[in-house]
């Protein structure tokens, strides 16, 4: 195989980043020169950044379904999974959560000396093992609605019920990080007390995520300091950020429909183009249940490590499972999670599309995948 | 020009073995292994380390990655040292490291990935003899490493470069230097990766491992005394015996883990003739006939006279080798074989 150069790589890891929209660039820039002032101050200056950060407050609330009084801006994801749980467990409270959970939601609810809730082998909350584990100890049910891996959704509705009959005072928190590129999230979140947000998944810089929490909701802070987000998440506030949010959500309301089709269209070619390729390789969640621009495969007989780097070598950004913080690939716990053995795990790629994935990309993934997996195999 | 992917640990001797090759013409890709730990630990493969590999490679403008080998680390290493103490045995986890993860995953990954050469820091050489490529010591004695690397076969060897090999340590400082390489004043890695030196080898195994009382006995049995944890006793250890100063019984010279007892003794009841080996590795033929022997990483290597039933007989008696460690043939300079201590 011939190294191939392209003007740019084809980048298939849009659920680890997405680029910033023109438009979010242009709308924030302004916040990171003229209109710098400190959003708390009380001056004509800093009334200008407040309103910016208001008219954002306002602009997600509408869009997620949630009171403006309750969206919280944070530094992202990881941040607010961390004041989701541990604000709402309190000192003496405990959570619960899925196996599959992302490690900013595992860890916190293991500090909580918390339970984990099984999953079935394709993905889903075994419902069962979640009722025996609900009871009146239970603060926090954190339930992800698409996993950051295998791309699986998850109906909080019947969770939710569950919930409500066994752990009435359990608020139900949603990790949405990945959600939502994928579902109408103020229907999909409507049963949660909770909802995390990280903006750079769908369009906006790095550093700016939103946990939206619903009226009743009392958090206990986990950044003490200055009382800027009513006393839940002290701090300056990021304007530039905050507004690159909300720009991104508009932008992606007017946008998600008709982008779940075209991306959807084009991971379903993807998936049946790869599986029909390659020999011993599968989705590992089931195409109803699966988000439109997320689809991770196991490869069997493979390592996703050599995999990635030979599809770097031709020009494709991939990933398997999640990323450690060397950069190294940990081993998959949602699979393992899912009952996959070892070596079927060591053998994943996930390839996850977003706004700006384009039709070639996928093309020239469908071209390469497949004949590196070969070279893999064949010199074995 | 080879295609050659350097592994990289973070250290000065990887960093100028992969500015040495890049300056040479090769086509060079930097990979570090993840093997052990969080960010709290120290060693060769922590994300310290992992932070000061990228950045060289970020130096020399080479790709970089990380693979992440924890768990057959585990598997092939940590387990088999937790387990080899149970027994009473005295393991060289680099020695295993060097076998299961460094040159044999990571040799066939390379090979998988179309890589001509995996190169390493080590300080060795190979050399081109009339019977085929063999192991040499590096050029720098005091910074020897053949010995870790004995399991090295012919095949091996060709698919690997020592570019360090051929140098001084203090050559190799003075070039990362020259370089400017962040890592030219790093201290050299401590022995073993995964084990703190503030919890210390102790702390690690007693955590993983039952640790037992063990009584401490003169070579007629009479007893001494007790030690904390008879696993943590190797032959020829003289500290945390508590014998105060009695030079007749100042070693151990036996130790027994499943009865739990430990032989003190003199500096000549630690002598031995003969050392019993099992599982050898040859370089090339089988060898018997007179022999330099070298029983630790960094200890002197003295005459001997290699049985064909593979034990080792010294010209002069020299201190036990416990049992679990490493012995290793060497013709000159040149690694001809290997096996483990009984």
Redesign the interface.
Known sequence: METVKLNRPAYLDCAASTPVRQLVIDSMMPYLTEHFGNPSGGHRMARVSRTAIDNAREICATSLGFDPHGIVFTSGGTESDNLAIRGACGPKGTAICPETEHHAVLYPVQARQGRFVKVTAEGDINLEHLETLLNEEVSVLSVMLVNNESGRMIDLEPIAELRDQRAPQALLHTDAVQAINWLDIAKAAQRADMMSLSGHKFGAPKGVGVLAVRNQVNLTPQLLGGGQEAERRSGTHNTAGIVAFGAAIQCLDESRKSEIERLGALSSRLAEGLTGAIPDCYGTVPKAHRAAGILQVVIEGI?S??LL??L?RHEIMASAAAS????????SHVLAAMGKD?AAAAGSLRLSLGWCTQDWEIEHALEVVPQCVE??RG?? | MSRVLVAMSGGVDSAVSAALLKQQGHEITGV?L?LWGG?QDQGCCS?SD?DDA?RVAQQLDI?H????Y??EFERHVVGPYVKAHAAGLTPNPCIECNRHIKFDALL??A????FDLVATGHHARIVTTDNGLRLARGSDLAKDQSYVLYMLSEQDLSLLEFPVGQMKKTEVRELANELGLRSASKPDSQDVCFITASEGRGAFLSDRLDLHVGEVVDVNGNNLGSVDAVELVTIGQRKGLKLGGNVNRTYAVEVDVPARRVVAGSARELLSDTIELRDHIWVGQEQVGPIEVQTSAHGDPAPAFLDSDGSVHWTEARRKVAPGQAVVFYLDDVVVGGATAN
């Open positions: 390592e490590e050599a780097v030979l770097e450690c913080a060397s950069g190294a690939m940990d081993p070892r070279q893999l010199s074995s | 570090t993840k960010p994300v992992v990228r790709d990655f990380v693979f992440n924890g768990e066939s990954r090979r998988k990935l179309g």
